[in-house]
């Protein structure tokens, strides 16, 4: 299959691609840091990486001409980048929901409608977007970053309902905390975290079911709840 993941440099992003690769899959990864990118791509000859910040929507469309001249077919989107700026609402800086919305929410929207068209014509294909459970829940110092978790998973719920008469599938993942670099500094055991790991296997399963079902949406916590 040939799989395009956002955000992929680091984190749950990361771990995806690994588990694709290791199934022998076809990867495109995109993330800002050229560097990380390169390091990777020293480790997976077979990985694909280009550089794209998924805030600006100029980068964006770059990066899908990219995937639709690289991929004749796209079997897996995943929308996977994200920032999280804790804060409240009433306290932060303008700029924080402007920028959050960028790139947690427009970016999969402006990625999806340049690689849909391509999917449509294939008939088949999943789309999944990296909620949270900030998605569905309210958290004192979630700030911007629930809403644009809340939108994203209202989108991913309006995408599945267009793109099903195009076998398109959209499942909207709801992770709670997952140990990344998101989580640096905060001392906690890494006990207290589900894994990068775990979503990847959980992704990758998702698209391995038959054709007469579709994973609509996984919410998976820590073992001893959120934090
Ligand atoms: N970790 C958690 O507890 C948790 C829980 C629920 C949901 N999530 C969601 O899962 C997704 C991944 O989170 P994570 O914890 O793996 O985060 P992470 O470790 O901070 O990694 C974020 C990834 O997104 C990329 N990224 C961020 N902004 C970008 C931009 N403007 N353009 C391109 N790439 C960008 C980063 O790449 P560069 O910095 O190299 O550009 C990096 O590869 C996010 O959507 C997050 O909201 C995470």
Redesign the pocket.
Known sequence: MNIVI?????????AIAEKFLQENHRVII????SA?LEALQQTYPSLITFV????DKHSVEQLGDFVLQTFEQIDVLIN?????IPGKLTEEKDTVLEDTLR??LL?AYYLTKKLSPRMKTHQHGFIIN?????SIKAYENGGS?AIS?FALLGFSKTLREELKPYNIKVTAI??????????AGVDLPETR?ST?EDIALLVYTITQISSFSVVEEILIRPQLGDI
């Not at 990296?130 to 900030?134: F, G, L, R, T, W």
């Open positions: 956002t955000g992929a440099s680091r984190g749950i992003g990361k995109c993330s800002r840091d990380k794209c910040d998924v805030s996977n980048a994200g920032i999280f790139t947690n970016s990296m909620c949270s459970v900030a970053y978790k709801l992770p709670g905390a997952t140990l990344t670099d998101s989580w975290f990068p």
